[in-house]
């Protein structure tokens, strides 16, 4: 079965940054699209990044000019490079991905983590 564990989360300060990773695993064909969602207690899940097989990049009008996202297709991984951090992005990070697999019988399929917590505070 297809995998997506993300890593890299964490406490930091107001105005520092984090580098979020998401490895895909398992019998991957081609992967279509990578990004990054989040959840904040008490809100719904919001659409942070994402990147296309291509390199074409799209973000949420929060963080444009603080994050960005980028991807190593060999290693079937996405990053999230997250700067000037503020307590309103605290949030679970969910790393997602459409991708083609043996398992899905060549449709494209829609695959999402675990998440993991990225906390902003002093």
């Known amino acids: 079965q297809v995998q997506l564990v993300e890593s890299g989360g964490g406490l930091v300060q107001p105005g520092g940054s984090l580098r979020l990773s998401c490895v895909a695993s398992?019998?991957?064909?081609?992967?279509?699209?990578m990004g990054w969602s989040r959840q904040a207690p008490g809100n719904q899940r919001e659409l942070v990044a994402t990147?296309?097989?291509?390199?074409?990049?799209n973000y949420a009008d929060s963080v444009k000019g603080r994050f960005t996202v980028s991807s190593d297709t060999a290693k079937n991984t996405v990053y999230l490079q997250m700067n000037s951090l503020k307590p309103e992005d605290t949030a679970v990070y969910y790393c997602?991905?459409?991708?083609?697999?043996?398992?899905?019988?060549?449709?494209?399929?829609?695959?999402w983590g675990q998440g993991t917590q990225v906390t902003v505070s002093s």
């Open positions: 997602h991905s459409d991708l083609v697999s043996a398992y899905g019988l060549g449709s494209p399929e829609n695959y």
């Open positions: 398992g019998r991957i064909f081609s992967i279509l699209t």
């Open positions: 990147i296309t097989r291509g390199g074409s990049t």
